[in-house]
């Protein structure tokens, strides 16, 4: 909550430097956009924020979804010990998100394997019958729709 007040707070801050002027990188980078914009934040940020200025500067600045550096990946395993669900409520609702919306994306694409003893770990899987994850996060600190999110962005 406290953090989401901030960055509220930084965004309008940010609606007053902007100009409303096409920008370049580095205007973008001074006031406050990074490269790896994504243009769905940016929707997001119009629909809480309902600042004109803002969400064009935003939009000049971000990327739309087109391949780039980033990896995309087919399938995600999130593993974890039941026990540990009550100390991850966060988890927990991702595990009953996967659960109640899994024939949608990006829910169906992620699978909960439940291990004695492992701490929320998301594995990520280039091709669907891989073995061996390409690479593993821990998601033991991430919120639920910070990882919804992160979903959607890496599907191939």
Known sequence: MLF??????????????????EINASACLKNGFTSNLKCTSCD???????????????????????????????????????RFLLMYPEIE???????????????KTLVVNYEFGARPVLHLYTEIGDELPEESI???????????EFLKDSIE
């Not at 989401?4 to 100009?19: G, K, P, R």
């Not at 064009?56 to 600045?61: I, L, T």
């Open 138 to 148: 821990s998601v033991q600190s991430w919120k639920s729709d910070v990882i919804e």
């Open 44 to 82: 997001s940020i119009a629909k809480v924020l309902n600042n004109k200025k803002l969400d064009k500067s935003c939009q000049s600045c971000c990327t739309k979804n087109q391949k780039t550096n980033q990896s995309y990946y087919k399938k995600f395993v999130l593993e974890v010990d039941r």
């Open 4 to 21: 989401s007040l901030f960055l509220i707070t930084f965004l309008i801050f940010l609606s007053v430097l902007v100009d409303g002027a």
């Open 93 to 107: 609702k991702v595990v009953s998100l996967t659960k109640a919306k899994k024939k949608k994306e990006p829910w």
